[in-house]
C-alpha cells in the first residue's frame, strides 16, 4: 500500500515531533516545516495528499501560506491546527480553502479520523478528475482501459506504462519531475526505481514513435516533457 503524504507546518518543536510521531505510527509519510516560508517552498518542490497548518507562526502565518499557495492551484486538502476557535476564524480559513479546522487542545484520535475522511473523499475526487480519454496526436490513450489507439490499431498497456503516461498526458507541455512521478507510482523515492520509471518513459517512447509529431524530451536531472508539434497545413 502507498504511503500517503503529509505536510505538517508548526512553529512549536514539541507539538511539531509529536505529530511527526503519531503520523509515523499510522504508516503515513509525514515532514515537518517549522515556519510558513520553508512550508511554502517544500509545498512547491515536493507533491503532497494532505497539509496540516498551523495558524498562529510568526513571519507568514498559516493562512497567509495557504492563500498564497491556493492563488498559485495548489489543490492539495488543507487542514488549520490552531488554538484560535473564534467562529469568523474558521470561516476565514474555509473561504482560503481549508478542508477541516482543529481547535488545540485535541485527542489524536479526533485527528487522525479527520485526516482518514479528507484522504478518502480526497482519492475518490482525484479519481474522477481526469478524463477516461486523451488524444495524443495520433494516439488516443484510454487510461481506464489501458490501452493505446493508433489508426484502427489497439495496443494493451502494462500497468506502470498506463500509470506514466497518464502522468505525462497530465503534465503535457510541462515538467513532470522525476522525482515525484516516481513517488506517486511506486510509494518511495529510491535511485534503483528511478532507473526504472526509465526504462518505462523508453518503453512509452516506442509505443508512440509512429506518429514522429511526439515528443518526450527529457530535461537533465528534473524529469520529462510530453509535447505535440502541431500539424502543418499542407495546402499553404
Request: proline fraction near 3%; include cysteine.
Amino acid at each position: 500500500m502507498i504511503q500517503k503524504k503529509i505536510l505538517i507546518v508548526e512553529d512549536d518543536p514539541h507539538l511539531g515531533l509529536l505529530l511527526i510521531d503519531l503520523l509515523q505510527s499510522e504508516n503515513y509519510d509525514a515532514k515537518l516545516c517549522k515556519d510558513g516560508l520553508s512550508g511554502l517552498q517544500l509545498a512547491e518542490r515536493e507533491i503532497f495528499d494532505l497539509c496540516i497548518f498551523d495558524v498562529m507562526m510568526p513571519g507568514m502565518d498559516g493562512f497567509s501560506l495557504a492563500k498564497k499557495l491556493r492563488t498559485t492551484g495548489y489543490e492539495t486538502p488543507i487542514i488549520f491546527l490552531t488554538a484560535k476557535s473564534m467562529i469568523e476564524d474558521k470561516v476565514k480559513g474555509y473561504n482560503i480553502g481549508a478542508e477541516d479546522y482543529i481547535a488545540k487542545p485535541f485527542h489524536h484520535e479526533e485527528l487522525l479520523c479527520k485526516i482518514q475522511v479528507i484522504l478518502k473523499r480526497y482519492c475518490n475526487v482525484l479519481a474522477n478528475h481526469y478524463p477516461k480519454k486523451f488524444a495524443i496526436g495520433d494516439y488516443t490513450f484510454k487510461y481506464d482501459i489501458q490501452e493505446l489507439e493508433y489508426q484502427g490499431t489497439t495496443m494493451r498497456l502494462t500497468p506502470k506504462e498506463n500509470e506514466v503516461l497518464l502522468l505525462l498526458c497530465i503534465h503535457k507541455d510541462k515538467i513532470l519531475k522525476r522525482e515525484d512521478a516516481v513517488y506517486k507510482i511506486y510509494g518511495k523515492r529510491d535511485y534503483f526505481l528511478g532507473r526504472s520509471f526509465d526504462v518505462f518513459i523508453s518503453k512509452i517512447r516506442k509505443r508512440l514513435k509512429k506518429d514522429p509529431r511526439i515528443k518526450i524530451e527529457t530535461v537533465f536531472k528534473v524529469g520529462f516533457i510530453l509535447s505535440v508539434q502541431e500539424k502543418v497545413d499542407a495546402s499553404l
